[in-house]
């Protein structure tokens, strides 16, 4: 099993910066894969940006350009920076993790309990 804790949620105006934090427990070397997912009030959960074992990282292209992704494999955490928020990006955010590199829902096995990111305008 792995646990997962997210981090560094919160309200932000328009603009603005967030950086998430995901700390990882447990057998994490059974999850090469660290992502990043969200679900805005009334829609359905989406890819934001994953990160493998070697560094290569994807993003959903409403957040390319504007987050990052970065894992400190040592530490067993990962980090989401948003810049240049936009209320569309309001949602809770989810860790997760797996063996796939993948933007697919279903190919992560652990997830966090979500931290809220509220942007205001």
């Known amino acids: 099993q792995v646990q997962l804790v997210e981090s560094g949620g919160g309200l932000v105006q328009v603009g603005g910066s967030l950086r998430l934090s995901c700390a990882a427990s447990?057998?994490?070397?059974?999850?090469?894969?660290m992502g990043w997912f969200r679900q805005a009030p009334g829609k359905e959960r989406e890819f934001v940006a994953s990160?493998?074992?070697?560094?290569?990282?994807t993003y959903a292209d409403s957040v390319k350009g504007r987050f990052t992704i970065t894992r400190d494999i040592p530490k067993n955490t990962g980090h989401l920076q948003m810049n240049s928020l936009k209320p569309e990006d309001t949602a809770v955010y989810y860790c997760?993790?797996?063996?796939?590199?993948?933007?697919?829902?279903?190919?992560?096995?652990?997830w966090g309990r979500g931290t809220q990111v509220t942007v205001s305008s």
């Open positions: 990160i493998n074992w070697s560094g290569s990282t």
């Open positions: 447990g057998r994490t070397f059974s999850a090469n894969v």
């Open positions: 997760a993790a797996g063996s796939s590199f993948s933007v697919i829902e279903r190919d992560y096995n652990y």
